[in-house]
């Protein structure tokens, strides 16, 4: 790749995060549409039920990944020639992986006390972890094909989006609409072999035993990072499930499901400057850091604002999105708001570990987090219900990020103690304010919002305008990061 100039790095990787943005702006948004919809129809003592389901299918789905997908997009990064090989040995290792996560949830289901139906909805969407195997929209992130990407992710959310309107309002049946979590990631695992087939020449390729071991073995560290990740982000209401009862639960998901946004806009952060970043750790550890640097920063300064502007408008959003049996969610969001830093941090952190193939360091920082979820849900979920699991919860994703940061000191993480420091004691004067205001029975939840954007704007001010000399780098007068 010819020599870039910093203004034309920033233009195709902003091109990457609007392409896969927009994507995951439509995609999601149907997404949640579907979630609002059958929300009102299930009600909340149901959706708890439905909620505690996929939050056991999605963590035993996600262990059939291996590890593997982040481990396969840097070795495409690396070595794009060799794109059938790896991609046949990662297909055929996630396959086993999934088999036998299916087999997990089938004991459950037939032997684990939950409650009411929710066992036959873990064996009607069981299927979600072999569908989920079957995706290699990984594959055409590598190769930097973020249009293509982005239209598999649309067509993936689409189709189970639909199906799942569709039949929530013919027959209000969990069992059935269920079923649609993996029927979308089917279509869109189609759609991304036949792009590869086509447009990289992908082809069969049987690959041997010892190959697939070796895969598997490249990918135990990041498995054990992927889990521990997926334990502490879904055993909320794991928990909330067991300890409190349907009804609560289903008034904690329905803010949480809300929070998709959160993790969809980390997730589009970390799929479009992934490869980026295993390119600069390539020209020097020291690269990674400083580019590392800028992305936390910039990404602090828009998630803050927008953790703030959430929290002063969560009884509203609640309002006019679910009915009067989920007014309690308002306080559980107005919490859970602050995962969009948290996320995005932790995203970042993720990825430069990744790229500097810091494998067992990851693995630790996530274990971090990890133990801190296992100790403070579980007892914050007893003591105060919903909202104790939402405070333990980012607590926990907070800790995990400082681990991040302290465990990948050095040349990988040049500038992050300035950026990290100074962006959140700067972010965090927003969403104090609104706090104060929002929490006032005086006060509009507009005027909170105002002040917030004011805050913010006054803050980029006064800096020189950095976040827009940042991403227009052809003005002149601001200053940078």
Same mark, same amino acid.
């Given at each position: 790749m010819r020599a870039e100039t910093p203004a034309s790095t920033a233009r195709r990787l902003g091109g990457y995060v609007l392409s896969l943005?927009?994507?995951?702006?439509?995609?999601?948004?149907?997404?949640?549409?579907?979630?609002?919809?059958?929300?009102?129809?299930?009600?909340?003592?149901?959706?708890?039920?439905?909620?505690?389901?996929?939050?056991?299918?999605?963590?035993?789905?996600?262990?059939?990944?291996?590890?593997?997908?982040?481990?396969?997009?840097?070795?495409?990064?690396?070595?794009?020639?060799?794109?059938?090989?790896?991609?046949?040995?990662?297909?055929?290792?996630?396959?086993?992986?999934?088999? &036998? #996560?299916?087999? $997990?949830?089938? +004991?459950?289901? =037939?032997? *684990?006390?939950?409650?009411?139906? !929710?066992?036959? /909805? %873990?064996?009607?969407?069981?299927?979600?972890?072999?569908?989920?195997?079957?995706?290699?929209?990984?594959?055409?992130?590598?190769?930097?094909?973020?249009? &293509? #990407?982005?239209? $598999?992710?649309? +067509?993936?959310? =689409?189709? *189970?989006?639909?199906?799942?309107? !569709?039949?929530? /309002? %013919?027959?209000?049946?969990?069992?059935?609409?269920?079923?649609?979590?993996?029927?979308?990631?089917?279509?869109?695992?189609?759609?991304?072999?036949?792009?590869?087939?086509?447009?990289?020449?992908?082809?069969?390729? =049987?690959?041997?035993?010892?190959?697939?071991? !070796?895969?598997?073995?490249?990918?135990?560290?990041?498995?054990?990072?992927?889990?521990?990740?997926?334990?502490?982000?879904?055993?909320?209401?794991?928990?909330?499930?067991?300890?409190?009862?349907?009804?609560?639960?289903?008034v904690y998901a329905a803010a949480a499901r809300l929070m998709v946004v959160a993790a969809v806009v980390a997730m589009v952060l970390a799929n479009a400057v992934y490869p980026e970043m295993v390119r600069r750790y390539g020209v020097s550890a020291a690269e990674l850091g400083v580019f590392s640097g800028r992305l936390l920063a910039l990404t602090l300064r828009g998630s803050l604002v927008a953790a703030a502007v959430t929290a002063a408008l969560a009884p509203v959003i609640i309002d006019v999105l679910y009915d009067a049996r989920f007014a309690a969610s308002a306080d559980i969001l107005r919490v859970l708001a602050l995962l969009m830093p948290v996320l995005c941090v932790n995203s970042i952190g993720t990825q430069v570990l990744m790229a500097a193939g810091l494998r067992r360091r990851l693995l630790a920082g996530v274990g971090i987090g990890a133990a801190m979820a296992s100790v403070a849900i579980p007892l914050a979920t007893l003591a105060f219900g919903g909202v104790g699991t939402a405070v333990a919860l980012v607590g926990a994703m907070t800790t995990q990020c400082v681990a991040f940061s302290w465990l990948a000191r050095g040349p990988v993480t040049t500038g992050w103690a300035r950026s990290l420091g100074r962006e959140i004691a700067l972010g965090l004067l927003p969403f104090a304010a609104i706090l104060a205001l929002a929490t006032s029975t005086v006060a509009h939840p507009a005027v909170a919002v105002l002040l917030a954007l004011a805050i913010a704007g006054g803050v980029e001010a006064a800096r020189g305008c950095p976040t827009v000399a940042l991403l227009m780098p052809r003005l002149k007068g601001g200053r940078r990061c």
């Amino acid at each position: 790749m010819r020599a870039e100039t910093p203004a034309s790095t920033a233009r195709r990787l902003g091109g990457y995060v609007l392409s896969l943005g927009s994507a995951e702006i439509l995609g999601r948004g149907l997404s949640f549409v579907a979630i609002i919809v059958v929300a009102r129809v299930l009600g909340p003592e149901s959706f708890g039920r439905f909620a505690l389901a996929q939050a056991i299918v999605l963590y035993l789905a996600a262990l059939g990944d291996g590890g593997l997908t982040l481990w396969t997009q840097r070795e495409i990064v690396r070595r794009p020639a060799e794109l059938s090989r790896l991609i046949a040995q990662t297909l055929v290792a996630q396959v086993l992986l999934a088999l &036998a #996560a299916m087999a $997990v949830l089938a +004991v459950i289901a =037939l032997t *684990a006390p939950i409650p009411g139906n !929710t066992a036959v /909805l %873990l064996l009607a969407a069981a299927p979600t972890a072999l569908a989920q195997a079957l995706s290699t929209v990984y594959a055409l992130q590598a190769l930097e094909w973020m249009r &293509a #990407a982005a239209v $598999v992710k649309v +067509v993936t959310q =689409l189709v *189970a989006a639909a199906l799942a309107i !569709t039949l929530a /309002l %013919l027959t209000g049946d969990a069992v059935v609409v269920i079923m649609t979590m993996w029927s979308g990631l089917l279509a869109g695992a189609v759609l991304a072999l036949a792009i590869l087939r086509r447009r990289a020449g992908l082809r069969a390729h =049987l690959p041997r035993l010892a190959h697939v071991r !070796t895969t598997l073995r490249a990918g135990l560290p990041i498995l054990g990072a992927i889990a521990l990740v997926h334990y502490s982000q879904l055993m909320d209401t794991l928990v909330l499930g067991m300890l409190r009862g349907s009804h609560e639960t289903g008034v904690y998901a329905a803010a949480a499901r809300l929070m998709v946004v959160a993790a969809v806009v980390a997730m589009v952060l970390a799929n479009a400057v992934y490869p980026e970043m295993v390119r600069r750790y390539g020209v020097s550890a020291a690269e990674l850091g400083v580019f590392s640097g800028r992305l936390l920063a910039l990404t602090l300064r828009g998630s803050l604002v927008a953790a703030a502007v959430t929290a002063a408008l969560a009884p509203v959003i609640i309002d006019v999105l679910y009915d009067a049996r989920f007014a309690a969610s308002a306080d559980i969001l107005r919490v859970l708001a602050l995962l969009m830093p948290v996320l995005c941090v932790n995203s970042i952190g993720t990825q430069v570990l990744m790229a500097a193939g810091l494998r067992r360091r990851l693995l630790a920082g996530v274990g971090i987090g990890a133990a801190m979820a296992s100790v403070a849900i579980p007892l914050a979920t007893l003591a105060f219900g919903g909202v104790g699991t939402a405070v333990a919860l980012v607590g926990a994703m907070t800790t995990q990020c400082v681990a991040f940061s302290w465990l990948a000191r050095g040349p990988v993480t040049t500038g992050w103690a300035r950026s990290l420091g100074r962006e959140i004691a700067l972010g965090l004067l927003p969403f104090a304010a609104i706090l104060a205001l929002a929490t006032s029975t005086v006060a509009h939840p507009a005027v909170a919002v105002l002040l917030a954007l004011a805050i913010a704007g006054g803050v980029e001010a006064a800096r020189g305008c950095p976040t827009v000399a940042l991403l227009m780098p052809r003005l002149k007068g601001g200053r940078r990061c």
